[in-house]
């Protein structure tokens, strides 16, 4: 089926019959197929396999120098080829990265194996670019894994009085039944 029929297809009976509406289905139908073609061009260029006069923007956006003679094919392999090498991001990069944004680099990953997540420790007075820190961290971590960052002193304490410290552990939704407690357990230290 044609463009023109698509159209006239659309249209109430009698005005099909109308000479003026046939002329004027008759000019616009091509106008709506180069509309569509174009439409359909535009967006092969987002994909690199199917880019043509877009290779060029790829090139550009992933630094990619052109060499001359080369087809559109080797291009797109050569584009494929450099974003499928991302390396794997390891905890010593991590380090690496969050350290760029303290005073003095005292960032630790520690991984918890079989927990899908991992620590990221800080010395509390190193902590300057915070907003930046997480967003670089959230940009470069693993997706399947969570962290928790956490903050310490790098000081001793001297503990002059008595200290009790509790550890709480809470029930979660599906723990919790009628008659049961809010807290799992109750873990109580005192420190002299």
């Not at 089926?1 to 004027?24: G, H, Q, V, Y």
């Not at 350290?99 to 509390?124: M, T």
């Not at 008595?162 to 109750?186: C, D, F, M, P, Q």
Request: hydrophobic share 40%; net charge negative; aromatic share 6%.
């Amino acid at each position: 089926m044609s463009r023109l029929d698509d159209m006239t297809a659309c249209l109430p009976l009698f005005l099909t019959r109308l000479k003026e509406m046939t002329e004027i289905l008759k000019a616009e139908a091509p106008e709506f197929d180069q509309q569509n073609n174009g439409i359909f061009d535009l967006t092969d260029q987002l994909f690199i396999t199917t880019a043509t006069w877009g290779l060029d923007r790829w090139e550009k956006i992933l630094r990619i120098p052109r060499e001359s003679g080369d087809t559109a094919e080797m291009r797109r392999l050569r584009l494929i080829s450099k974003m499928s090498n991302i390396p794997p991001m390891t905890h010593q990069a991590i380090e690496q990265a969050l350290n760029r944004f303290l005073k003095h680099p005292s960032a630790r990953v520690r991984l918890l194996p079989g927990e899908y997540r991992f620590n990221v420790d800080i010395v509390l007075d190193d902590l300057q670019h915070m907003s930046e820190l997480i967003e670089t961290l959230e940009n470069i971590k693993p997706a399947h894994l969570a962290y928790t960052l956490r903050a310490g002193l790098n000081e001793t304490l001297e503990i002059k009085d008595r200290v009790i410290l509790n550890h709480r552990r809470y029930r979660t939704a599906g723990e919790l039944k009628v008659g049961y407690s809010v807290t799992l357990n109750n873990n109580e230290v005192v420190l002299p």
